[in-house]
């Protein structure tokens, strides 16, 4: 009788221990199973077409954040879009405070010794935006005119190297509301946004000759070759449509 009781109560022991066990391993798949973490994205949001924020819902919209949308979803993950200034951006991702980061930034053998980018999504260049009805600047005519840039941007050192001492920012809009307001002569900056600018502009600025040929991609944290993968494949699938 002892022994059949001893039974019992070893058979209850060992089907409460059962139940612990398996409520600790559901609590443990559920747990692996949370939310998985977004990938972070950083932009100026300063750059249309391709980042730039929606005047109605304040969003953050543009060609680049939707790729980096579609890459995310690839590897089945939310994407996170953050803002920094400009000069910040690669350095941020280099120190892994980011996973990729998208603002037309041009690509550079100097850059790509500390990110890795993705393939072109766009080629387009540098030209000089300007007060509508004054002579249009050259790079000639820039070493004696006040030309603003983005502060290490690859225009700053392009102007640099053309005998250009120009006047740096951190902030596109600023830069540009100095052109307006007669601060600075003219804004050297990338084509697309520059004939953007200009277009909604009212007639108020123009947009120059295209003064130089680069190829745009989006900043990738070293080694994150899944995300690269995405990034070039979406890239590629836009191109052929």
Same mark, same amino acid.
């Given at each position: 009788?002892?022994?059949?009781?001893?039974?019992?109560?070893?058979?209850?022991?060992?089907?409460?221990?059962?139940?612990?066990?398996?409520?600790?391993?559901?609590?443990?798949?559920?747990?692996?199973?949370?939310?998985?973490?977004?990938?972070?994205?950083?932009?100026?949001?300063?750059?249309?077409?391709?980042?730039?924020?929606?005047?109605?819902?304040?969003?953050?919209?543009?060609?680049?954040?939707?790729?980096?949308?579609?890459?995310?979803?690839?590897?089945? #993950?939310?994407?996170?879009?953050?803002?920094?200034?400009?000069?910040?951006?690669?350095?941020?991702?280099?120190?892994?405070?980011?996973?990729?980061?998208?603002?037309?930034?041009?690509?550079?053998?100097?850059?790509?010794?500390?990110?890795?980018?993705?393939?072109?999504?766009?080629?387009?260049?540098?030209?000089?935006?300007? #007060?509508?009805?004054?002579?249009?600047?050259?790079?000639?005519?820039?070493?004696?005119? #006040?030309?603003?840039?983005?502060?290490?941007?690859?225009?700053?050192?392009?102007?640099?190297?053309?005998?250009?001492?120009?006047? #740096?920012?951190?902030?596109?809009?600023?830069?540009?509301?100095?052109?307006?307001?007669?601060?600075?002569?003219?804004?050297?900056?990338?084509?697309?946004?520059?004939?953007?600018?200009?277009?909604?502009?009212?007639?108020?600025?123009?947009?120059?000759?295209?003064?130089?040929?680069?190829?745009?991609?989006?900043?990738?944290?070293?080694?994150?070759?899944?995300?690269?993968?995405?990034?070039?494949?979406?890239?590629?699938?836009?191109?052929?449509?």
């Amino acid at each position: 009788m002892k022994t059949f009781e001893g039974r019992k109560i070893k058979a209850r022991w060992l089907a409460a221990v059962a139940v612990a066990l398996a409520a600790l391993l559901a609590w443990g798949a559920e747990d692996a199973a949370g939310p998985v973490p977004p990938l972070v994205l950083l932009t100026t949001a300063e750059m249309p077409p391709y980042s730039y924020r929606d005047e109605t819902t304040g969003e953050i919209v543009g060609e680049e954040i939707d790729i980096a949308r579609e890459a995310a979803a690839k590897l089945g #993950r939310p994407l996170e879009v953050r803002t920094a200034k400009f000069p910040d951006l690669l350095p941020m991702v280099s120190a892994g405070k980011a996973d990729f980061a998208a603002s037309e930034i041009i690509i550079t053998e100097g850059r790509l010794r500390t990110v890795d980018f993705s393939i072109p999504y766009a080629t387009e260049g540098g030209m000089f935006l300007y #007060r509508a009805g004054e002579p249009m600047p050259t790079m000639i005519r820039a070493e004696r005119m #006040r030309i603003a840039v983005m502060d290490a941007s690859i225009y700053d050192f392009y102007l640099s190297l053309h005998g250009v001492d120009p006047v #740096r920012y951190d902030s596109y809009p600023v830069a540009i509301k100095d052109l307006k307001e007669g601060r600075v002569d003219a804004v050297f900056y990338d084509s697309c946004t520059v004939r953007l600018v200009a277009e909604r502009s009212g007639g108020e600025l123009a947009a120059s000759r295209l003064e130089t040929r680069e190829r745009f991609g989006i900043a990738v944290r070293k080694g994150n070759a899944a995300l690269k993968a995405a990034l070039d494949e979406v890239i590629a699938a836009r191109r052929e449509k």
